[in-house]
Nanobody, 122 residues
Framework: QVQLVESGGGLVQAGGSLRLSCAAS????????MGWFRQAPGKEREFVAA???????YYASSLKGRCTIFRDNDKNTVYLQMNSLKPEDTAVYLC????????????????WGQGTQVTVSS
């Protein structure tokens, strides 16, 4: 049974930072590309960042320069470090997993976590 469990969300003031974590189980983590997406109320799910099996990274232009994705294969965990947060970053952040190459669209990912809420106050 595949499980992806996000943590690290919360309430932060604009300009602050958060580090999100996603712990995976039930998959051979090192063989999966991992992605982060976000979804605000009433909006479509939006790509944030992805990391390949080998560590290549890809970011959405809206967050590039303000976030870093990295993974620890020994811990079966992928992280998203977010800095200089803005109120418009408020959303539920979800991690996702897919075999092989990274992708920047939600339908490419087979497994999803439940998400962690990030709220940025102005």
């Amino acid at each position: 049974q595949v499980q992806l469990v996000e943590s690290g969300g919360g309430l932060v003031q604009a300009g602050g930072s958060l580090r999100l974590s996603c712990a995976a189980s039930g998959i051979t983590f090192s063989t999966y590309a991992m992605g982060w997406f976000r979804q605000a109320p009433g909006k479509e799910r939006e790509f944030v960042a992805a990391i390949s099996r080998s560590g290549s990274k890809y970011y959405a232009s809206s967050l590039k320069g303000r976030c870093t994705i990295f993974r620890d294969n020994d811990k079966n965990t992928v992280y998203l470090q977010m800095n200089s947060l803005k109120p418009e970053d408020t959303a539920v952040y979800l991690c996702a997993a897919r075999v092989w190459n990274l992708a920047d669209y939600a339908s490419a990912y087979a497994y999803w976590g439940q998400g962690t809420q990030v709220t940025v106050s102005s």
